[in-house]
């Protein structure tokens, strides 16, 4: 029974959902299957809340290395969440100007790394080893330098190459045709994965929401 | 010495980095912007709506990408304003209820804009792409109230608005999933609703062939997307501000790729 | 078997609630059983799932298909052995998505694989979730994988732990793991977005082995720049299938193929009609492709 309810309820919800998909006047079982996913997703931050609180208060407990963090951690959260339960959410409640004044600053941080990150990357991977390397490489610096006042600017130097819009050599040729192409072609590939891997579910053959196989 | 240049310490290019970004913010470059066709195509699209009309713009961001994605909501959310045209604003991201509070409060005090009569902030619904279909079958359901919990019954900007049919545009700005994306495969493609949108500068590279297909009006993407708006805007914002950093910070990054480069061949060659 | 079924049957209509009908008659002003606009649809996911459906059964017929040679999925075995000679942990990350993302689902078949490794290696396994769900499901996943070892008492629950479902709170969770920890093996399976690489260099900083997989193509470049391995797009969905070897899922590799041929294809002749028979083109515009 531990296998075949799981079994039975993805067969099941997958084939009333296609069935949906294709019909109109199923199209309700389709929305009740996705407002039944909701309600347990939102039952499911309790367990979430569960495993922080356990594996946090288990190595404060055993005090190893690090423990500090698990400490702000856990204070972090029980205090964000008694503020917002019993203060409100409203704007100039003490939530909010935690939400203002710490969350979003600390996550615009996290977000600027990627600007740093994405200079080291470049330095260290973007080389110019092969033919198709160096054409790739190429049309990096043109988006790059492209996409930037600056580049327009060093643009219009060029002796031969300023008569021609680099805005359109961008846009319309390095973004807007090889690019897409490119998208389309891993976009395709990925889909008909995606009908495969689907299939395999519907039919039993893969079952990674069982543990495995 | 090759050696030591080709395993660079990552720390010294980060400092290059954070001065490339901090030295054009101090002393601005004021450099001109160059508009591309798929945010002029946004701008033309808002200039043919006719006044009176309602726009919605899903606030599909957070904190972390305030900086890129909040000038396009602004520069969008000024147009519609001076236009006169009515803005319905909600969120699919937790955050975003909060994002559209800021935008709003910015420009509806500039316009002089009146809340419930020429805007509404119905505030955060879960699901994403759930909500955006529920949206298009009942908009009433979907958000019973606004973000302060009254009743959107009270603001005459709701008045005989049932769901997508009632919009001439959908604008979502968004940093990922729920986002731009979904907009696109469940309210333009199953509604009909001409969608236009903003994201990330990462994301963009994935919403062309969107574009290209055209399932969508335009696309600002990042912050050079936003800078354009602002230009046709006629306006000097945070985004065209912020574009004198990022040309010297896409520069630096190319320096510094060309220079690796040189040292690669030179290892070569050795 | 069909006793327990049909009270299943029986169980699953009763619980449904009231509501649900109500939801019924409300959306069901469109009374069509059937909606052509989405015909050229159906006949392509039909034909597919048949080419798919129709080579796992001559799989299972017992003759040899040939799967190319993916790296990304060689080099696991490689990277968990070499985790577990530097005595270091091996930390896998199941991406950002939930469990109804089927990237996440393709994810967690590698987990077991890869636990299944680590159990047999007898090295430490770290699986920071960004959704609850996720780390329930995985858990599972990594449990089974150590009874399949046989060695079950090596696994520890409290290593597949849920961190936070903020994007950028969960790179700083997962940041601060790598730095304190030093994994020395680091996998990427799944949905990612702008964190992608936020993590990726991370792990490069401390001289991890990295694999990754996505989806997500606009995130593959920054997985290619700063990872050893990168699994591209379809073959992520591929990976269980080439990591089990059974017939019935290499079978569904070969009906992909011939699914992608067959869009191509598609694709061939559509280019031809639209540019040398545009009112050949108009009329399938106007008939078949009307919505």
Redesign the interface.
């Known amino acids: ?1 531990k296998r ?2 799981p079994l ?1 309820v993805c067969v ?1 919800s997958a084939l009333a959902m296609i069935i949906a ?8 079982m389709d ?2 299957l ?2 039944w ?2 309600i ?3 039952f ?5 809340a569960i ?2 609180i ?2 946090n208060g ?1 190595r404060i407990s055993k005090q190893v ?2 423990w500090g ?1 698990n400490v702000v951690l856990l204070i972090g959260l029980f205090v964000t969440l008694g503020l917002g339960i019993f203060g409100g959410i ?2 100039k409640t003490p939530f909010f100007y935690i ?2 004044y710490i ?6 941080t ?20 092969t033919w198709e390397a160096t054409l790739l ?1 190429i049309a ?2 043109i988006v ?2 492209g ?7 060093m643009w219009s130097w060029l002796p031969v190459l300023k008569h021609y819009s680099l ?1 359109n050599l ?3 040729w390095i ?2 045709c090889f ?2 192409a ?3 072609a ?5 889909s ?10 519907l ?1 039993g ?2 079952r ?6 | 010495m090759l050696e030591k240049l080709a395993n660079l310490d990552r720390r010294i290019i980060f400092l290059f980095v954070g001065l490339a970004v901090l030295i054009p913010i101090i002393f601005p470059l004021g450099l001109p912007n160059a508009v591309s066709q798929p945010v002029q195509n946004i701008y033309d699209f808002v200039e043919t709506i006719p006044e009176g009309s309602l726009v919605f713009i899903s606030f599909d961001y957070g904190p972390s990408t305030k900086i890129e994605c909040e000038p396009m909501a602004l520069a969008v959310t000024k147009q519609l304003f001076r236009r006169n045209i009515k803005v319905v604003g909600w969120a699919l991201w937790p955050e975003g209820a909060s994002m559209a509070r800021n935008v709003f409060d910015v420009t509806g005090k500039e316009y002089n804009k009146k809340y419930g009569v020429d805007y509404i902030n119905l505030g955060y619904k879960a699901g994403g792409s759930i909500t955006i279909k529920e949206i298009g079958e009942d908009i009433r359901s979907t958000f019973p109230q606004d973000v302060d919990n009254i009743s959107i019954d009270k603001y005459s900007v709701m008045d005989g608005v049932k769901n997508y049919k009632n919009f001439k545009l959908g604008v979502s700005v968004s940093a990922g999933v729920p986002g731009l994306r979904e907009y696109i495969v469940v309210a333009n493609s199953i509604f009909g609703v001409p969608i236009a949108g903003g994201c990330t500068a990462v994301s963009a590279p994935e919403m062309y062939p969107y574009l290209n297909s055209k399932q969508m009006v335009g696309l600002m993407g990042g912050l050079k997307g936003a800078a354009e708006y602002e230009t046709l805007m006629n306006y000097v914002g945070d985004a065209s501000k912020g574009m004198d950093a990022q040309s010297i910070a896409h520069l630096l990054i190319v320096l510094f790729v060309i220079m690796s480069n040189i040292i690669f061949f030179m290892q070569k060659k050795k | 078997m069909l006793n327990r079924l049909l009270v299943l049957i029986i169980f699953a209509f009763w619980a449904m609630p009231a509501w649900a009908q109500e939801a019924a008659e409300e959306t069901a002003k469109d009374v069509r059983w059937f909606n052509p606009d989405r015909l050229p649809n159906v006949i392509g996911v039909l034909l597919i799932g048949f080419f798919v459906f129709w080579y796992i059964i001559h799989a299972q017929s017992g003759k040899k298909l040939f799967i190319r040679r993916i790296a990304g999925l060689n080099a696991i075995d490689e990277a968990v052995g070499r985790a577990t000679e530097m005595g270091k942990s091996v930390m896998y990350i199941t991406g950002l998505a939930d469990v109804d993302d089927i990237q996440t689902l393709a994810s967690l078949s590698i987990l077991g694989h890869v636990a299944k490794k680590t159990a047999e290696y007898e090295s430490n396994l770290l699986v920071p979730c960004c959704r609850s769900v996720v780390m329930t499901t995985a858990q599972e996943v990594c449990k089974e994988a150590y009874l399949r070892a046989g060695r079950p008492e090596n696994f520890k629950r409290e290593n597949v732990r849920y961190l936070t479902d903020d994007q950028f709170g969960f790179v700083a969770g997962v940041d601060g793991i790598m730095v304190r920890e030093k994994p020395a093996a680091n996998f990427y399976m799944g949905t990612f977005y702008a964190e992608s690489l936020i993590l990726a260099e991370t792990g490069n900083a401390t001289g991890a082995i990295q694999i990754a997989g996505t989806a997500s193509s606009s995130q593959l470049p920054f997985f290619v720049a700063a990872c050893d391995y990168t699994l591209i797009g379809e073959e992520l969905y591929a990976a269980s299938a080439y990591l089990s070897g059974e017939p019935k899922q290499v079978g569904s590799l070969k009906g992909q193929d011939v699914g992608k041929a067959l869009i191509l294809a598609a694709i061939i002749i559509s280019t031809i009609i639209i540019t040398f028979f545009p009112q050949t083109h108009e009329f399938i515009k106007n008939t078949i492709f009307k919505s």
């Open positions: 029974m075949e309810i039975f099941v998909y294709y019909s109109p006047k199923l199209d309700w929305d009740m996705q407002k996913f909701l347990i997703a939102v499911a931050f309790i367990l979430g495993s922080i356990l594996v288990n290395p690090g963090y409203d704007p939400f203002t969350f979003t600053p600390l996550s615009a996290m977000f600027s790394l990627l600007a740093f990150f994405i200079a080291s990357a470049a330095f260290r991977a973007f080389k110019a080893k490489l990096a610096f790059m330098l996409r930037v006042p600056l580049g327009e600017l805005n961008v846009e319309n973004m807007g690019n897409t490119g998208q389309r891993i976009l395709l590939g990925a008909v994965g995606l009908i495969s891997i689907s299939l395999k579910i039919l053959i893969e990674p929401y069982m543990g495995g196989e």
